[in-house]
């Protein structure tokens, strides 16, 4: 059986459940795996048991649609023990995608563990010039369609709150991506953190953003308040955020 490597540090809760899935994907997929990492919140620090997901990404040398298909039932499986269905990629696609997804992959490197093969995130060059860009993209891109989101369910009201913290749970390597090039430092995994430092030195209001991301630890519905002003709070300093976005300097 694969030695799996460094589960000793991650937290206890998911310790057995992320050893399993790692020896049975290298069971399935055999030496065309180069490499197993697990990143984000399961890392440790922000990992909140029952509801944080485990997210990993399997590096293979080829990937065909085959190689999907025969992964069905373990991904379906650990969706159900809140494993993330992993991000799969060739060598040769992570070594060439570092220019359309910089702050993803500077994520990854700022929060992850090796557990299996080569640790290909190491030594992987990411340009820095590229994140603005995809910053401003990202931001306007979430509004636009949290917007058209928010058109097809509001008169059900029902869902709101899930909507709002779906999307700022997906724009964290994006704040961090801005507090990069804005601090010249690499900032702290602390979400909260975070959020704080984005109103320091952005000029936002960071209240909305960390009612929503204590709402997702407690699941208590915005303090069981009215969700509307919450997203209207949310959408407006996330487009003051768009246009710094848009206006700062690299």
């Given amino acids: ?22 020896q049975q994907l290298l069971k399935i997929h055999g030496d065309n795996i180069v490499s197993i990492f697990i990143y984000g919140s ?8 029952g509801k944080s997901d485990a997210n990993m990404a399997v590096i293979l040398k080829s990937l065909q649609f085959s190689d999907l298909k025969k992964s069905l039932k373990l991904v379906s499986s650990g969706i159900s023990k809140r494993i993330a269905a992993p991000l ?10 570092t220019d359309v997804f910089p702050a993803e ?13 080569q640790d290909l995130l190491k030594d992987l060059p990411v340009d820095e010039s590229n994140i603005r860009l995809q910053c401003e993209q990202q931001l306007k891109g979430k509004l636009i369609r949290i917007r058209e989101a928010y058109l097809e369910i509001g008169l059900r009201k029902k869902g709101i709150d899930a909507l709002l ?9 994006i704040f961090r991506g801005l507090l990069r090039l804005k601090t010249a430092q690499i900032p702290s995994t602390d979400k909260e953190g975070i959020i704080n430092s984005l109103g320091k ?5 960071p209240t909305v ?12 519905k915005i303090g069981s308040q009215d969700v ?9 300093e996330s487009g003051k955020l768009a246009i710094a976005a848009d206006e700062l300097k690299v």
């Fill in 201 to 205: 030195n952005f000029g936002i209001d």
């Fill in 165 to 173: 913290k779906e999307s700022l749970n997906s724009l964290f390597p």
């Fill in 88 to 97: 799969m990629l060739t060598v040769r696609h992570m070594q060439t995608s």
């Fill in 42 to 49: 399961a890392t440790g620090r922000n990992y909140i048991p």
């Fill in 228 to 236: 509307e002003p919450f997203f209207e709070r949310y959408i407006r």
């Fill in 105 to 117: 992959f500077l994520e990854m490197k700022d929060n992850y563990r090796l557990l299996y093969g």
């Fill in 209 to 220: 953003f960390l009612a929503i991301l204590r709402d997702k630890k407690t699941d208590n």
């Fill in 1 to 22: 059986m694969a030695h799996i490597i460094n589960i000793e540090i991650l937290p206890e809760e998911i310790r057995k459940k992320i050893r399993k899935y790692s």
